[in-house]
DNA sequence: GTTCCGCATGAATCGATAG
DNA sequence: ACTATCGATTCATGCGGAA
């Protein structure tokens, strides 16, 4: 099957309104955050963020499937010394629109931008909204599994008596395990706390996130031949890395060259991937 | 000069009264979380957890000295597959009442409950929010600060298999700071990412957070003959950490049993304290 | 004294079943 | 329909006893 990347230069509000009603699979955005990057969105103060927002929700919810996920990436700004409200007043609006605030990750930034103030530390942190239209949503949890710790080589080793057995918890958390069943694994499932460096690479351009990020959540909640949306593209990792991943994408900035820049990187993308098959079909023959 | 202890045996919100004005220099303390400890709090409902909150808050605005910081240990729960909201609305009602919301740090939990679901992952963070009465408040940055060379030598021995595994860029080291940034210094400023672990041990009662965490704060935000509250003593933790560090304590709880235990405990401590000194005093001689 | 190793424990959440 | 209870699921840690 072929995959698609589509590529809308303009205002997401507007342009959203020419996408068809739940047809995407995963929304996954950082969108421009408040009296952030001026230059290039030209900033939205942080008391009107939340009207600013709710009307592009409020489209993402329309074309969001119902099995779909909606991703969003964002952290309040210091303003007068003390944290913004507006990512909590968001949350609040959105849930009225009709979302479900199903879960919040946490984005621990193990190489955050240095700095020193007298009344705060740095900021190594960022919000991971999860937000679905209904509780029940494709979630791929094994595609995302990690190693498990080196505690269960030791562990596992040599099985006790009660290990054999269901083992109840004896102060009546309700909790209980059987080790026994432990025995052929080798991976965990991961937490909601996800810990990547931000790339520092970056090529002149407000570079979101790191690839990492959004190939995680792709994997997660979307398989081969879905659908992707970032609403505020920018320099495109999500296009990118959902592109190399063969999901369909879909992209919008108001940004002309960031438009024009992304569609050659997911071109090339393309290019390589047809190389790569027609390698594979002549290996075959 | 003499280190004091008080515990009140009783309600928060009618003990919180006997306190003089502008007498407290740190809050931390970790309330019951909505629903959780029904044997002992008797459980507060989701919807009604900002309504039972916001007459103890508003006691703890008044004896908190303009200096002062209360840092407020809280996770909202899952209600039918979402996370619950009244976290991020008490923040907007204790703005109200005239709390600065300063912060939020994350307490990264490396030993999370275990479990799987169709829809979540385990959820391994959970809120230090921090708020203060004034955008100006006493901050000792260096008191927390990590000299590089017991960093290299403690902290990177004691990294967990699961950490260099999972993970090569040393995320568990102290408090999510990036060695490579600061090869070069003695010491390194922390960030808002807290790494500890809970302790889970059998002791019988139930550990609301280690030992570490009220340290951290307490070294961060006061210094010696301070007085540090809890009015959700539970275990003691805090006061019993507070005490051994010469600060002043308080502590609150409704559990006679939680009263009694951590008064034996702190007088532990001090009879611990006489006697080092007594026997320094002895060396000295 | 170290190091090794066994083991109970934990602010959980979902779905099914019962009242 | 709506709420209460119960069983099933699952990691990583620090303690304490043993080597």
Not at 27 to 54: C, M
Not at 217 to 232: A, G, M
Request: glycine content about 6%.
């Amino acid at each position: 099957m072929e995959i698609t990347t589509q590529i809308f230069h303009g205002d997401s509000k507007e342009k959203l309104k020419l996408l068809a009603d739940n047809s995407v699979d995963l929304i996954i955005t950082s969108p421009p955050y408040a009296d952030q990057r001026k230059n290039t969105y030209g900033g939205i103060h942080p008391d009107r963020y939340v009207e600013w927002f709710l009307p592009i929700s409020e489209q993402l919810l329309r074309v969001l499937k119902p099995s779909g996920t909606f991703i969003l990436n964002i952290k309040e700004k210091v303003l007068g010394g003390e944290r913004s409200t507006y990512v909590i007043e968001l949350i609040l609006e959105m849930r009225k629109q009709g979302w479900l605030w199903t879960e919040e990750f946490i984005w621990h930034k193990k190489n955050c931008y240095p700095g020193k103030w007298p009344n705060r530390f740095r900021d190594a942190w960022e919000r991971l909204l999860q937000f679905n239209k209904n509780r029940k949503f494709n979630m791929y949890q094994e595609e995302v599994m990690v190693p498990m710790g080196e505690w269960a080589n030791t562990r596992l080793k040599n099985l006790s008596e009660t290990d054999k057995t269901r083992d109840n918890s004896k102060v009546g958390s309700g909790f209980g395990k059987n080790i026994s069943n432990w025995l052929t694994r080798d991976k965990a499932y991961p937490t909601n706390v996800l810990h990547l460096a931000t790339e520092c690479n970056n090529k002149n351009h407000s570079a979101a996130f790191p690839e990492d990020l959004p190939k995680w959540f792709i994997k997660l909640f979307t398989k081969e031949n879905d659908t992707v949306l970032d609403p505020f593209m920018g320099s495109g990792t999500t296009l990118i890395v959902a592109n190399r991943m063969l999901r369909n994408s879909i992209g919008i900035d108001i940004v002309a060259d960031y438009c024009d820049r992304v569609k050659k990187e997911t071109r090339a993308v393309e290019l390589y991937l047809c190389e790569t098959k027609a390698r594979y079909e002549k290996a075959d023959s």
